[in-house]
């Protein structure tokens, strides 16, 4: 209840709003957290999902949790990623998933705040693998509107996934429209 609270209070002082669209049969789940272009993004992002009431986990870079700040991200649900070595992310999420009665999985498709050129695909296989649908979480910032849509569940053919994904994500406004390509 405290860090609904928290949330709360971040998102109405920033003048945000939430939309929340997920079946409540929808228990697993990754959820894909874009667009990513900002500092901003994570605290918005993370107030959101308290408002909602979204258990959930994410992934972030292990030096994150090294600092005085550590407790913090491990409080909101991180999971320190140590990314100078080659694991095998994908399989241990999705079996991560796979084990849970409840769980979202929180992933930036684009892995940065920098511009990128192409999504990390990761987020897909570990839905895959794990039989699980995506959840396309977003956060628009000409509507100050953090949101999430309705379940894609996945076809088995990729590209059509991908792009058929990638278009809802072209309605939304990053803050700064010029690190996102889709």
């Known amino acids: 209840m405290f860090w609904k609270a928290v949330g709360w209070a971040i998102l109405k002082t920033l003048g945000w709003h939430t939309v929340y669209s997920v079946p409540a049969d929808v228990k697993k789940a990754v959820l894909i957290a874009a ?13 959101a999902l308290q408002v909602m009431g ?6 972030a870079k292990k030096s994150l949790f090294d600092g005085a700040f550590g407790w913090l991200f491990y409080a909101l649900g991180g999971v320190p990623v ?12 999705a079996q991560v998933l796979k084990d849970a009665d409840e769980l979202i999985v929180l992933i930036p498709p684009e892995g940065t705040r920098s511009a990128v050129t192409e999504w990390k695909t990761g987020f897909y296989h ?3 693998l794990a039989g699980v649908p995506i959840l396309p979480g977003y956060l628009d910032y000409k509507k100050k509107e953090a949101g999430i849509a309705v379940p ?3 076809t088995g053919d990729f590209d059509t996934d991908l792009d058929l994904i990638k278009a809802f994500y072209r309605t939304i406004s ?9």
């Open 35 to 47: 667009p990513h272009t900002s500092n901003w993004d994570f605290p918005i992002c993370m107030a």
């Open 174 to 182: 990053p803050k700064y429209p010029e690190k996102w390509q889709v």
């Open 82 to 93: 140590d990314r100078s070595k080659a694991n095998s992310m994908v399989e241990a999420m």
């Open 152 to 154: 894609f569940h996945l």
């Open 126 to 128: 570990v839905a895959r």
């Open 54 to 59: 979204v258990k959930y986990k994410f992934l």
